[in-house]
C-alpha cells in the first residue's frame, strides 16, 4: 500500500515539474499553454476521387454538399495541430498532422473544438472511413455510399445517407442516430450499430439485418423495416415503434425494458432478467412466455409466427393491435 502511495505521489511531483518547466520555457506566461490560436484553412480539391477517409483527433467532422464542381475541405483548426488534405489512391485523405514540441501538449483545458467541414460535389461514393477520438461526425441525407464505418471514442454520430452493402458505427460515450429523415426513409443495407454508455435512436430506416448493442444506454427504433434485428442492452430501454422485421427479431436486455407500439416480425425472441416486456403487436402470434415472478398476460393463438418471451423477474404483457394493417 505505502508503495502504490509512493508510486502515485511520484507521479503528481513529476506532472507538477513538466507544468514548471513548460511554464518557464513560455516566460510563466500560462496562456500560451492553455490558449492556442485558431485559423481558417480552406482547401480545394479536384473531384478525382470514389472514396474518403478521414482520421482526426478532436475535431468535429461535418459533410455538406459543395455548391461548386470541387470539393472543399475547411479546416478550422489549432495553428499547431494542422489537417493534412490531399488525394491518393482514388481516396481524400483528411488527417491530422501533430507536430507540437513537448510542452504544447499540456493543454489544461480548451472552450474550443475544431472543426472539419468537406463540401462533396457528387452524391455517390465508393467508400466513407471517419474517425474522430473525442468530436462529432455528422453525415447529411441525399448522399449515397457503397460502405461506410464511422468511429468515435466520446463523440455523437448522425448518420442520413444511403448505403448500399454496410453501414458500421461505433462510438464509446457517444451517441448513435441514423435516419430520421421527413419525406423519404433512409435505405441502407446492412446495419451494425454499437455504443457503451450512448443512446442508439434508429428513425425512418429500411434495412437489411441490423444489430445495435449499447451497455448504458437506450435503444429506439422507429418507423421502418428491416430483414432481421437483434438488439442488446445491459440496463436501457430497447423501444420500438412502428417498425417491423420481416425474419427474426432478437432482443436481449439485463435490466431495461422492451416496449413494443405497432411492431411485429415473422420470429421474436426476447428476454430480460428484470425488465418488462410490454406492448401491441401487429400479428397473431404463437406465445411461449414465462417469468419466475412477474405477471403474465399474452392472447391465445394457433396461427402465427412463434413469439418467446421469457424474464426472471418482469412483467410480460403483450396483446394484438388488430386495427392497425401489417403491411
Given at each position: 500500500m505505502k508503495k502504490a502511495f509512493l508510486i502515485a505521489f511520484c507521479l503528481v511531483v513529476a506532472g507538477i515539474a513538466m507544468i514548471a518547466v513548460a511554464a518557464h520555457s513560455q516566460s510563466f506566461d500560462f496562456s500560451k499553454l492553455i490558449n492556442a490560436e485558431y485559423v481558417t484553412n480552406r482547401h480545394s480539391v479536384p473531384s478525382t476521387f470514389t472514396s474518403i477517409?478521414?482520421?482526426?483527433?478532436?475535431?468535429?467532422?461535418?459533410?455538406?454538399?459543395?455548391?461548386s464542381g470541387d470539393c472543399i475541405v475547411e479546416c478550422h483548426e489549432r495553428d499547431t495541430l494542422i489537417h493534412s488534405v490531399y488525394v491518393e489512391?482514388?481516396?481524400?485523405?483528411?488527417?491530422?498532422?501533430?507536430?507540437?514540441k513537448w510542452y504544447e501538449k499540456i493543454v489544461l483545458f480548451s472552450f474550443k473544438s475544431p472543426k472539419i467541414t468537406i463540401y462533396l460535389p457528387l452524391n455517390n461514393y465508393d467508400k466513407?472511413?471517419?474517425?474522430?477520438?473525442?468530436?462529432?461526425?455528422?453525415?447529411?441525407d441525399n448522399l449515397r455510399f457503397d460502405n461506410a464505418v464511422l468511429d468515435s471514442d466520446t463523440g455523437d454520430i448522425e448518420f442520413n445517407a444511403d448505403v448500399v452493402s454496410s453501414l458500421k458505427i461505433d462510438s464509446d460515450t457517444g451517441g448513435i442516430?441514423?435516419?430520421?429523415?421527413?419525406?423519404?426513409n433512409l435505405n441502407l443495407g446492412k446495419l451494425n450499430a454499437s455504443t457503451d454508455t450512448g443512446n442508439i435512436d434508429i428513425d425512418c430506416v429500411n434495412a437489411g439485418d441490423v444489430r445495435l448493442e449499447t451497455d448504458t444506454g437506450s435503444i429506439k427504433l422507429k418507423v421502418g423495416r428491416c430483414s432481421a434485428l437483434i438488439a442488446e442492452s445491459d440496463t436501457g430501454n430497447v423501444k420500438i415503434t412502428?417498425?417491423?422485421?420481416?425474419?427474426?427479431?432478437?432482443?436481449d436486455t439485463d435490466t431495461g425494458n422492451v416496449l413494443f407500439t405497432n411492431a411485429d416480425a415473422a420470429e421474436l425472441e426476447i428476454e430480460t432478467h428484470t425488465g418488462d416486456v410490454e406492448?401491441?403487436?401487429?400479428?397473431?402470434?404463437?406465445?411461449?412466455?414465462?417469468?419466475?415472478?412477474?405477471y403474465v398476460y399474452t392472447p391465445e393463438s394457433l396461427v402465427?409466427?412463434?413469439?418467446?418471451?421469457?424474464?426472471?423477474?418482469?412483467d410480460i404483457n403483450i396483446r394484438i393491435n388488430s386495427i392497425v394493417a401489417h403491411n
Open positions: 477517409a478521414v482520421d482526426v483527433d478532436t475535431a468535429d467532422v461535418v459533410f455538406d454538399h459543395a455548391m489512391d482514388n481516396t481524400l485523405h483528411v488527417k491530422l498532422d501533430d507536430n507540437r466513407l472511413s471517419a474517425k474522430s477520438d473525442t468530436g462529432d461526425i455528422v453525415v447529411p442516430a441514423v435516419g430520421n429523415r421527413s419525406v423519404d412502428d417498425f417491423i422485421a420481416d425474419g427474426k427479431m432478437t432482443i406492448g401491441t403487436l401487429l400479428t397473431p402470434k404463437i406465445f411461449y412466455a414465462h417469468s419466475q415472478t412477474g402465427g409466427g412463434r413469439c418467446k418471451i421469457t424474464s426472471d423477474t418482469g
